[in-house]
């Protein structure tokens, strides 16, 4: 059964917002973890744009659930995790201009790099995801360069979602859908084949994550702002608890 990670970026943009202390993104996973949530995700980018060192820090020491860190290959950055040693480090790739994470990580280009984080934060027993798109090359460096994990990108399929629901029903909009879909089955299917545990994330929403928590074999999903969307209008232990209903309800 897949796990639900939820990403508390998105409560620490908020009190950015107003350079205060409210709402606390410690707080929020704490709720989190209440209504149900397997892993805490958070991200602590090179701008400190939302998550604050001080945050990582307080949750590495309070969060009782799986503790992941997604973070780039910058080298201040690997040191702040080699430091706190969260339970898992997921690597994403990072630009400073982009609203969101755009895209998967390409580790075919920066393998050596790549392999090289990997093996430091293996040896301080952080196991090691790569957030990368459903493309075999892609899939098939991680796991050369030694990864425990993968993370599939699913925002393009969230993308051909949003699309199909705004606009009138047609075939290319069907088609778009699938074809994504079928991108992540693959990835998935490769990945297993190689020994990762595969886990999807980006963009999957309370409408859109059913078909893919419905494929049989995902170890974890990591959403964000679905989730804390719902949650000021339900709270964050209902809106944790009816995501992770419907994932398994999926399964």
Known sequence: MAGLGVNIDHVATVRQARQTVEPDPVWAAAEAELGGADCITFHLRKDRRHILDRDATLLRQTVKVKLNMEMSLDEEIVAFALAIKPDQATLVPENRQEITTEGGLDVVTNFDRFAEVTKRLQ????????????????????????????EIHTGTYANAFLRHMARPISSRDCDEVQ?????????????????????????????????????????????????????????????????????????
Not at 128 to 135: C, E, L, M, N, R
Not at 182 to 209: F, Q
Request: net charge negative.
């Open 179 to 251: 074809q994504s879909l079928g991108a992540i089955d693959a990835g998935l299917r490769l990945g297993t084949k190689l020994g990762l545990e595969v886990h999807g994330g980006h963009g999957l929403t309370y409408n859109n994550v059913v078909p893919v928590a419905a494929m049989q074999g995902f170890g974890e999903f990591n959403i964000g702002h679905s989730i804390i969307a719902r949650a000021l209008f339900t709270g964050l232990r209902q809106a944790v608890a009816d995501m992770k209903q419907l994932i398994q309800n999926a399964e």
């Open 123 to 150: 040896d301080a027993g952080v196991v090691v995801s790569a957030f990368i798109d459903p493309h075999a090359p892609q899939v098939e460096a991680s796991a050369r360069a030694g990864c425990d994990a993968i």
